[in-house]
């Protein structure tokens, strides 16, 4: 199962490398019936994993602050960065004084990668007014988390050129329209206590809230991935217009900007409902590794800490998540077992399946059919490759947890008419999750489709497309799926999870 500490949920994550482990920081809520302390819902959580896969709970990193403090309220989210041996945790400080509609920057420090101390110069860091909508002149647009001051999730970097560090925070400047308004601020700084601000490095404007920025390098290209979707207030704003929530990105030859989006490719990790929350980042053994929140209700944006994801960037310097060879270890091969046979009626429009020396082909005329597996499928995953001669679509089923074909089960298609890829529910085929995939005929497409309890991950070619939460039978069996046409299915790979 994915990791989320006992009782609780996860929220917005970051990580750090320390002494050959990863660390993770998180926010967290309780789930129903929790019986933990109050005082954790509003503190900053510590976990450790040797493997990135295993987790194990380290207590609280930090707790909100006294009485009337600076940092009082629920705290918020941020980065850890190390140097010289000491780490700095950077995070949102919120106060009952300004009943937490003002943030701030705080700083805590720690030699152990345990022990967090407050930094006695804090709040380090608050918006200069002459960039940034501030105390003394709020911004007045009624938008996203309105009354609220931005000055939250910083996320800070070693200048490359061992010039300092900089660092990246959502904030707001003084605009005529929301979108206008939300931007990721820039300041860089000597010695990680004191910070001087310039103007903002990101200005999508035409995006309601960008928040929850991470930058970082890759093939000689610099990165920010920031958080945003139609909950902020805007529609159809990212590349993929299926998209209600994105994590997107932006991209510039400098550490310091500007960073721009790409628009004809700009979104990293996304979701037709709310899914996929707080994407950040953290290098591992040189591998650029990503972690999400992974929710657990489509409007629920809490849940668990997702699996490793490998962060990489194609020829045209596009940003993938692809599968992470540290996943590799948490599954065995499993035997299939035989097809069934679907004459019988059972499995609705009989199709015409012929078995071939490398694979299967399916075919079914003016309908779709499903070609079952015997042995039923649990958590794990199921991988082949597909490809599309004359279909419409073709796919894997799988958790059909009856003897027929009433009975339901999801499905993961390849639609050609569409270019989509969607994850469905048979037989009434609701739009559950869906990603715009130009589809090519007569090439093969590897389909990897991971499940773990409710949670569903779908790869094409080793590339991340579609994450979500969906709750349905914990077993059942799965099958190939083809539609309106024929389709080619081989090197079928079955995977259980330990």
């Known amino acids: ?58 207590g609280m990193a930090l707790y909100p602050g006294e009485p009337g403090s600076y940092d009082d309220r629920e705290l918020w989210t941020g980065c850890v960065v190390e140097d010289q041996g000491t780490l700095y945790m950077y995070y949102t400080a919120r106060s009952s004084r300004e ?25 380090i860091l608050t918006p200069d007014e002459r960039w940034y909508a501030g105390e ?15 000055c939250r999730d910083m996320c800070v970097v070693k200048d490359p050129n061992g010039d300092g560090w900089w660092g990246f925070f959502a904030a ?45 390098s890759l093939d ?106 540290a996943c590799d270890s948490l599954y065995i091969p499993e035997t299939p077992g035989k097809f069934m046979d679907p004459r019988d009626g059972r499995w609705g429009s009989l199709g015409a399946w012929r078995m071939e020396d490398n694979g299967v082909q399916g075919g079914c005329d003016g309908d779709w059919a499903v070609l079952p597996w015997e042995k ?45 890829l969607v994850l469905t529910k048979i037989r009434e085929f609701p739009n559950l999750e869906a990603r715009t995939f130009p589809m090519e005929r007569n090439r093969r497409y590897r389909l990897k489709v991971v499940v773990t309890g409710y949670v569903f991950n779908v790869y094409i070619d080793d590339v991340l497309w579609i994450q979500c939460y969906e709750p349905c039978a914990r077993t059942g069996h799965a099958a190939l799926f083809v539609e309106h046409g024929t389709a080619f299915f081989a090197n079928l790979n079955l995977q259980k999870e330990l």
Request: net charge negative; aromatic share 10%.
């Open 1 to 58: 199962m994915l990791y989320h500490p006992n009782q609780l949920y996860v929220w917005d994550t970051w990580c750090y490398v320390w002494r050959n482990e990863m660390h993770c920081i998180h926010l967290q809520l309780p789930r129903k019936g929790c019986e933990r302390p109050a005082r954790e819902y509003g503190a900053l959580a510590h976990a450790v994993s040797p493997d990135l896969v295993h987790w194990r709970e380290a």
């Open 99 to 123: 009943n937490g509609q003002v943030n701030r920057i705080g700083l805590a420090t720690s030699t152990d990668g345990y022990t967090w101390v407050r930094h006695p110069e804090n709040p």
């Open 136 to 150: 003394k002149h709020q911004i007045e647009l009624y938008g996203h988390g309105h009354p609220i001051m931005d």
């Open 172 to 216: 707001r400047r003084h605009a005529d329209t929301n979108a206008d308004s939300s931007v990721i601020g820039l300041a860089h700084s000597k010695d990680l206590v004191h910070w001087e601000q310039y103007p903002p490095c990101f200005m999508p404007k035409y995006l309601g809230c960008v928040e929850v920025p991470d930058v970082f």
């Open 220 to 325: 000689g290209k610099w990165y920010m991935i920031c958080l945003t979707g139609n909950c902020y207030g805007h529609r159809g704003c990212v590349s993929d217009p299926l998209l209600t929530r994105a994590t997107v990105y932006a991209v510039s030859d400098n550490i310091c900007g500007p960073y721009v989006m790409m628009e004809d490719d700009n979104v990293l990790l996304g979701s037709v409902v709310q899914q996929g929350y707080s994407a950040k980042t953290v290098l591992w053994n040189g591998v650029r590794t990503l972690f999400y929140t992974q929710s657990e209700g489509v409007q629920f944006p809490h849940g668990s800490l997702s699996r490793p994801q490998q962060v990489r960037a194609d020829a045209k310097g596009h940003l993938r998540l692809c599968w992470h060879p």
């Open 376 to 420: 039923p499928f649990e958590d794990g995953y199921i991988a082949c490759e597909i490809e599309l001669q004359t279909a419409r679509s073709a796919g894997i089923c799988l958790r059909m947890p009856g003897e027929d074909i009433m009975s339901g089960g999801v499905a993961v298609l390849l639609d050609a008419k569409q270019n989509q």
